[in-house]
């Protein structure tokens, strides 16, 4: 019988650690550079936190793992998390409120995928800032992402912005019952950026005049102001979208920060109130993030503005160019033990050259390594004999010291 | 390689049975009191069929154990609902055995989104159930799965029901509303989709399907939904906080419980009810009865639905070896309806215990199939006994039909073994002995409440330990 993983699940290889650690570790600096604390929440958490309205679109919640558990008589599921933000937006409600949180993780995340050949487990590294809700806040995290990319060395990256304030305003000037709104909301957040185009041709009165709203690419804020201006005297309600999503855009511009309108793409979750934006690089998303003010009330958290992003790990993993990484990484010793009586000899050495800051591995029944040093320890004089495991050339010595005196002087040319 | 096909029992027995008549199929044994389930075909000899129930089928076609099969579309979408992927191909709509999925409750919500409770759905369809709340964007659920009689649960027991009916109309009967009609079906020929892609079955679908030929799908009759009255008299008052609630078996377990209440001097009318009334009245002030099945109790107990049930101790396993956290425990042995559960293997088998199943399990590379209604418990005992790799096939009843070609284990219970042994199979293991049982919540209740649990059960008690 043959033993393997289960189906959409992914294994990490020790290269692949490295990758995943390289930019778990980026994140983790910048991050706590702008002032965030890092937090961690369960795997598993209730079904309800996720069903509540505004919280996941019915596409997704199609796809969570969930189940009974244990204590599952009671008719309650749990689910295995399917999103990063909501439970983090729980923790808060539950033991941080009334702070203003500026929160960092990393976790994975399971959303089922039918064929099984996208990984169904997924990595972020996600930011939540709690408790502002301004446009300088949205401006922070916007900068915050391009500039975990900019430090991975990733170049070519692309932000598009969206708003779902103005999105959802937009679906109700177009005439569609609350039920059908929400669902066409939903399927834009799926990521079908055809919808708005296509209800806005059945209503072609209100469709030829967000026609260039919606198809064209604004790049500064003049696209908003232009759209503002024709928009604004017979669509009063998004006005007010309008004037929210100007003061971020004007921001950016302001700090040169490079983007592009495209209201008909806005990908991303339910719980988004306000601008949303995402990250591209070609044509793959790497993350994505936004505002969503209704959350933490919706949990009971009282009135408290919130806004986030997530990093996709695996693809960053993937795009990043680990070797152009590499620190100083220091040299391998095996260490090994001539006869069963110089074992504990060997753990000694070894323990002497890791305190020196070697890596130090003990030689197993002779198994292949790919240290650079080779030494082996016996109990008689020389104790000690010290292999340039590239050369062959043996040096012998009688104690460690004298050991890592001769490794500092190869080591040093 | 033998073309497999599955055929249903129960609701359409009848009409399929019917149905293969006039496509000149020749079965000898498929008619509604039949014990075996091992129909041969005069006009097919190869094909090799069996009977299972319903909602067996589409899990045993898309597994790719049968070829084809026939049983209706609300079981095909309760699975498909939660595994799209699954290789079940829908060849064929039989334009029999119709009728409705309805969701439906005692009075009409106002909004199913209902924040903050959470709203409780009974139903034989637990998928489809979830998918409606899903749907609706309920905040906050529990779904009931049951074993039957989900009509009997609201208003005090759940809120909504997921059921079948013919009609709307039919659900007022039971003092209930249709709140959606989720979906209309009848009988389908379905096919496993890698059979369909590489064997011959045109012949044997021909064959239905020239029957079909003349028959016209009957319109799909437009009704109202949510808008029909509810008679005041079906509905349910509201109970009062201290009344006890207690829950008593349909089907063959009805006999020893009324000899039993009978005994205890307890009188009961129109139970066993030959008009289906689930609510029966009990001579016992503070005291409220429903009819549910023994299965379902158990979880009943648990959620506080319930305060005192009669059911079987092996139901009470199944659900504790599920939920060992669980509050409800056995309050009495009834010391009725005594069975053994046993595990069972073909007599073909050169195996004699467990030991000899793990010496077999091991030799070989498929993994290993576990056959029962009683999933956890058959769980349980398959961990416990280190089987390896193996698979746990839910069924519905007919398990013995399961051996040897579906599965290779049964969990079972017996009462003399002659089932058993008629089917050519043999006992390899005793698991336990189950009897009814009184069961109840250790949950704290009330004390006029609690008060009123004790004596009941004294009572009983008083009877048991007579005898």
């Known amino acids: 019988m043959k033993i393997q993983r289960c189906k959409g699940m992914r294994d990490l290889s020790p290269a692949e650690m490295t990758a995943f650690h390289l930019v778990e570790g980026i994140c983790r600096d910048i991050c706590s550079g702008w002032g965030y604390k890092e937090v961690r929440t369960p795997t598993i958490e209730y079904l309800h936190l996720f069903t509540s309205a505004g919280t996941l679109t019915p596409g997704m919640l199609g796809k969570v793992y969930s189940f009974l558990d244990w204590d599952g008589w009671s008719g309650e599921r749990v689910v295995l998390r399917p999103d990063g933000t909501i439970p983090v937006a729980r923790l808060y409600t539950e033991s941080l409120q009334g702070e203003l949180a500026r929160l960092f993780y990393t976790t994975n995340i399971f959303i089922f995928e039918e064929a099984g050949e996208k990984t169904r487990e997924r990595w972020r590294c996600s930011t939540e800032l709690i408790g502002a809700g301004s446009a300088t806040a949205e401006v922070e995290l916007i900068a915050l992402s391009l500039e975990v990319l900019k430090k991975l060395g990733l170049k070519g990256v692309e932000l598009r912005l969206s708003h779902a304030g103005l999105i959802k305003a937009l679906l109700v000037k177009l005439g569609l019952s609350p039920e059908e709104q929400s669902r066409m909301f939903g399927r834009i957040l799926d990521g079908d950026n055809k919808v708005l185009a296509e209800v806005s041709r059945e209503s072609p009165e209100v469709g030829n005049t967000l026609k260039p709203f919606l198809s064209l690419k604004g790049q500064s804020p003049g696209f908003l102001r232009n759209q503002k201006a024709l928009l604004a005297r017979n669509m009063l309600e998004i006005r007010q979208y309008l004037d929210e999503f100007l003061k971020t855009v004007d921001l950016l511009d302001e700090l040169g920060v490079k983007y592009q309108i495209n209201i008909a793409s806005g990908a991303g979750f339910e719980y988004y109130t306000g601008i949303i934006f995402q990250l591209f690089i070609g044509k793959e998303k790497v993350g994505g993030g936004g505002r969503y003010d209704a959350l933490i009330p919706s949990m009971g958290g009282g009135d408290v503005p919130a806004s986030g992003f997530a990093l996709y790990l695996d693809r960053l993993m993937d795009l990043v160019k680990a070797e152009s990484f590499v620190k100083a990484v220091p040299e391998r010793v095996l260490v090994r033990a001539k006869s069963g009586g110089a074992v504990k000899e060997a753990f000694k050495a070894a323990d002497k050259l890791r305190e020196a800051g070697y890596v130090a591995e003990i030689d197993l029944d002779g198994k292949k390594s790919d240290a650079r040093w080779i030494i082996e320890v016996q109990s008689e004089a020389p104790k000690f004999t010290l292999i340039d495991a590239e050369t062959k050339k043996k040096t012998e010595a009688s104690t460690v010291n004298e050991v890592l005196k001769r490794l500092e002087g190869e080591g040093g040319d | ?467």
């Open chain 2, 1 to 467: 390689m033998a073309i497999k096909i599955a055929l249903p029992k129960g609701r359409l027995l009848r009409k399929t049975a019917a149905m293969l008549q006039k496509a000149g199929w020749g079965l000898d044994e498929y008619t509604s009191n039949m014990g075996f389930y091992r129909p041969k075909s005069q006009k097919f000899p190869d094909v090799l069929i069996r009977v299972f129930h319903e909602k067996d089928i589409p899990i045993q076609i898309a597994m790719g154990n049968y070829d084809m099969g026939i049983c209706c579309l609300d079981w095909i979408e309760e699975l498909l609902v939660k595994y799209p992927s699954s290789d079940l191909v829908k060849v064929q709509d039989l334009m029999y055995g119709g009728g409705a999925l309805y969701i439906a409750a005692a009075s009409l919500p106002e909004d199913l989104r209902q924040n903050g409770t959470p709203v409780r759905i009974a139903s034989e369809y637990p998928n489809l159930a979830e998918a409606f709340a899903l749907r609706k964007r309920m905040s906050r659920f529990s779904i009931f799965p049951v074993w039957g009689a989900a009509e009997a649960y609201p208003p005090e027991n759940a809120d909504m029901v997921l059921v079948s009916a013919k009609a709307g109309a039919e659900l007022a009967g039971y003092g209930m509303v249709p709140v959606n009609r989720m979906l209309d079906f009848s009988a389908f020929l379905i096919a496993n989709k890698n059979s369909w892609e590489t064997k011959n079955l045109d012949k044997l679908v021909t064959s239905i399907c020239d029957t079909l030929a003349e028959v016209e799908k009957k319109a799909v009759v437009e009704e109202e939904i949510g808008a029909a009255e509810i008679s005041a008299r079906k509905r349910a008052g509201k109970t009062a906080g201290d009344t006890v609630r207690l829950a008593l078996p349909d089907g063959h377990q009805q006999q020893p419980t009324v000899n039993l209440l009978n005994r205890a001097g307890i009188g009961i009318d129109d139970y066993p009810s030959e008009t289906g009334n689930r609510r029966p009245r009990i001579n016992i002030d503070g005291i409220m009865v429903k009819v549910i099945r023994p299965q379902d109790m158990p979880l009943q107990v648990a959620n506080g639905n319930f305060d005192l049930a009669v059911t079987g101790r092996d139901w009470l396993t199944e659900h504790l070896d599920q939920f060992p956290s669980s509050p409800v425990k056995e309050l009495l042995d009834l010391k009725s309806s005594k069975v053994r559960i046993v595990a069972v293997v073909s007599r073909e088998l050169q195996v004699e215990d467990t030991g000899g199943l793990r010496q077999l399990i091991a030799a070989r590379e498929e993994s290993f199939r576990v056959a029962s209604e009683y999933v956890n418990i058959a769980d349980k005992y398959a961990r416990d006994n280190h089987l390896g790799q193996y698979r746990v096939i839910p069924t519905w009843g007919a398990t013995e039909a399961f051996l040897p070609e579906d599965a290779d284990l049964l969990i079972e219970n017996t009462e003399t073994g002659r089932t058993i042994a008629r089917h050519n199979l043999k006992i390899i293991d005793t698991l336990f002995e189950s009897t009814g049982c009184l069961i109840g919540n250790t949950d704290s209740v009330s004390a006029a409440k609690g008060k009123r649990i004790e004596a009941v059960v004294k009572r009983l008690r008083a009877v048991v330990e007579d005898n």
